[in-house]
């Protein structure tokens, strides 16, 4: 079965300092992960995408993430927050080989502060 | 290429009414998934289609299904609406790989 935890369900930073979103999954197979953003209103737009080639991958906007399969980790990472950064961020992990469902975090809502 | 569109953005309905969703993938794209977004579940998976074949269901009740088309296009449809139907249903399209690319959904309040 796979799933992610997301710890941290609100997050505030001040604009320019480092952001980390943390993501933890579970999956019994070799996992598929990804990262969303949430922008009110909207529907979800793709960040970045783990897919077991290089395990620190890059994103859109500056973000990154880093894949540690010893920590079942999959940090989402940017080094100086931006205002436009404000949203809601979702870390899921893919059903597995041959299925298109996506198991999601329960969201880490970033505040960035002025 | 245009994204993922859904129509309608907003619904309003009332409890034991049905209604159904729709949504167009990305051209060329030829599977469509479908999720329900609310503030006490999260997100959601509800079924995938593939060539308008089901390929994969979430655990939700039978009244929640869905078709694809054979030009990929997709419906939804909810029947005998609950007060917790309220929510933001996502459409999602991909080529057949891993990665999905949603619409801006479809947000249907049941009153």
């Known amino acids: 079965a796979q799933s992610v935890t997301q710890l941290g369900s609100h997050v505030s930073v001040s604009e320019g300092a480092l952001v980390l979103l943390r993501c933890n999954y579970s999956s019994s197979v070799p996992p598929y992960l990804f990262w969303y953003v949430q922008y009110p209103n909207q529907g979800l737009q793709l960040l970045l995408k783990?897919?077991?080639?290089?395990?620190l991958v890059k994103g859109i906007n500056g973000f990154e993430a880093e894949f540690k399969k010893s920590e079942t980790s999959f940090h989402l990472t940017k080094p100086s927050a931006h205002m436009s950064d404000a949203a809601e961020y979702f870390c899921?992990?893919?059903?597995?080989?041959?299925?298109?469902?996506?198991?999601f975090g329960t969201g880490t809502r970033l505040t960035v502060i002025p | 290429k245009a994204g993922v569109t859904q129509t309608p953005r907003y619904l309003i309905k009332t409890r034991g009414q049905q209604v159904t969703l729709s949504c167009s993938p990305i051209s060329g794209h030829r599977s469509v998934s479908w999720y329900q977004q609310t503030p006490g579940q999260g997100l959601q998976f509800l079924f995938e289609?593939?060539?308008?074949?089901?390929?994969n269901k979430g655990n939700f009740p039978g009244r929640f299904s869905g078709r694809q088309f054979s030009n990929s296009r997709s419906e939804m449809n909810v029947s005998t609406l609950e007060l917790g139907d309220s929510a933001l249903y996502l459409c999602?399209?991909?080529?057949?790989?891993?990665?999905?690319?949603f619409g801006p959904g479809t947000r249907l309040l049941v009153l």
């Open positions: 289609y593939f060539s308008e074949t089901q390929r």
């Open positions: 899921a992990v893919s059903g597995g080989t041959g299925a298109n469902n996506l198991f």
């Open positions: 783990y897919t077991s080639a290089a395990t």
């Open positions: 999602a399209s991909s080529s057949g790989g891993e990665t999905q690319y």
